[in-house]
């Protein structure tokens, strides 16, 4: 038995760096471009979506584009792919399929971002600090695969990996909650901290390469 735990721990150890905390307040900083940085969301539910909410903050100077959320199984490695193309465009991927929203010009502030979905109607909705943005509709009827790996800082061309140093994030990420179902305007303007997907306040990560976790100043 003895021996067995010591392997389990040196394969944890191979793999990075696990850990299942209460992030509240709490950030990751990544602190410079790289293509081996980033961190594995392991979800409370490993099961097929057809409905989701997704909210989290960002804080980055960048200029280029960036991978924000990255959700890849091993079918469809864009299943769900957050993504600020440059200063005035964000992209939502599901299943492979891309829509563009228009944003106003980032003034380098702490942003609030919350993004909807629902497959009986189609219908996506970009919140940017608590304001929806137009709806749009894609994948209507699809059903988002389950086994998901979930990466923060880096944009996954296969799963679980085939990161561009291009488009892997810089700067800090927090808050990151996601659900089920279609969360009511209302609680998506409170910017909590919960969410039986992903749940800041009971998170299980993983670490990989340089980036750091630390107290949030910004919200």
């Known amino acids: 038995m003895e021996k067995q ?18 992030l509240w307040k709490k950030v990751f900083l990544f602190p410079k471009p790289s293509q081996d940085s980033y961190v594995t969301l392991i979800p409370l539910l490993n099961t097929r979506l057809q ?8 804080y980055t100077e960048l200029m280029r584009g960036y991978s924000v959320f990255s959700y890849a199984t091993q079918d469809v490695d864009n299943e769900i792919l957050l993504f600020k193309d440059n200063i005035r465009q964000y992209s939502l991927t599901i299943g ?14 702490p942003e609030h971002i919350c993004v909807t979905w629902e497959s009986a109607s189609g219908v996506a909705v970009l919140w940017i600090n ?26 996954q061309d296969s799963y679980g990996g085939s990161f561009d140093i291009n488009q892997s994030f810089v ?3 927090g808050n990151v909650c996601m659900w089920d179902y279609v969360l009511p305007p209302i609680e998506m303007k409170e ?7 992903l749940n800041w ?9 340089f980036m750091v976790t630390l107290p949030n100043l910004w919200v």
């Open 5 to 22: 735990l010591q392997w389990t721990l040196f394969l944890i150890t191979l793999s990075g760096v696990m850990a299942c905390t209460d």
């Open 51 to 58: 409905n989701f909410t997704l909210c989290l903050w960002t």
């Open 96 to 109: 492979g399929e891309e829509i563009t929203f228009p944003v106003s010009e980032n003034s380098h502030n």
């Open 130 to 155: 608590a304001k929806p943005l137009v709806r749009q509709v894609l994948k209507v009827g699809y059903t988002l695969n389950a086994n998901a790996k979930i990466i923060l800082g880096q944009d």
């Open 171 to 173: 700067g800090e990420i």
């Open 191 to 197: 910017k909590c901290s919960c969410g039986n997907v």
């Open 201 to 209: 306040r009971n998170l299980n990560y993983e670490e990989n390469g």
